[in-house]
């Protein structure tokens, strides 16, 4: 059964901490994905990876900063946490060889920054 | 920036009824995806259409895709509670790694 797991479900941090978002998939997919997901504003991309130690900004990467040393593995940090970053984050992943490729989700990590 | 609107973007119907969503753009896109997410989980792949005028079919649910690219539909017929659930559509441009995804309408379906 393909998976992609994310760290947390549910995480409580203060204004101006560093928070790290983990992700690991376990389909050797070359592609990976964070969103964040806010109601009425559908899914936003914030960065993506389409190979070890590459990434490319998404629509809102301003906040946010990603690593991913190793293919199975993606990370998101928030280098200083405000509270308009209280949101519901989403990792995803994808093969390449095509585009339009099914797309794979975690449940997600609700994130509350106080 | 590229937009996917859809509508509506709430609805709440009786079991048995019919229904159809929208998802639109003034972008071309090289396919189209809808997925469904449910509560506490992550989105999940329904259909991807690729050519323009495609109908597929998965069951109750008729998806189409636009025959300039730009737009689709999700027609449920006869819905029942467990389609309840925040129906996206993605729509992936060819050259180019990114999914835009829609604004969601989130279905309520009632026994």
């Known amino acids: 059964d393909v998976k992609v797991t994310q760290s947390s479900r549910y995480l409580v941090k203060r204004t101006g901490e560093k928070v790290f978002l983990e992700c690991v998939q376990d389909m050797d997919h070359e592609n990976m994905f964070w969103y964040r997901q806010d109601p009425g504003l559908g899914l936003r991309l914030i960065y993506f990876?389409?190979?070890?130690?590459?990434?490319e900004k998404g629509d809102i990467p301003e906040g946010y900063s990603v690593s991913r040393e190793k293919k199975e593995r993606f990370s998101l940090i928030l280098e200083s946490a405000s509270t308009n970053q209280t949101s519901m984050y989403l990792c995803?992943?994808?093969?390449?060889?095509?585009?339009?490729?099914?797309?794979?989700f975690g449940p997600g990590t609700r994130l509350t920054v106080l | 920036t590229q937009l996917l609107e859809q509508s509506p973007q709430f609805l709440s119907i009786q079991e048995g009824e019919n229904l159809t969503v929208y998802c639109n753009s003034s972008s071309v896109f090289s396919s189209l995806q809808w997925y469904r997410q449910e509560p506490g989980e992550g989105p999940v792949l329904l259909v991807t259409?690729?050519?323009?005028?495609e109908v597929k079919k998965l069951k109750r649910l008729t998806f189409q895709f636009g025959d300039a690219r730009k737009d689709s539909s999700l027609h449920i017929t006869a819905a029942q509670p467990g389609d309840t659930g925040l129906y996206l559509c993605?729509?992936?441009?060819?050259?180019?790694?990114?999914?835009?995804f829609g604004t969601g309408t989130r279905l309520k379906v009632l026994a």
């Open positions: 995803a992943s994808s093969s390449s060889g095509g585009w339009g490729n099914e797309q794979f």
């Open positions: 990876s389409y190979d070890v130690k590459m990434k």
């Open positions: 993605a729509g992936v441009t060819s050259g180019t790694y990114k999914y835009i």
């Open positions: 259409v690729v050519t323009g005028g």
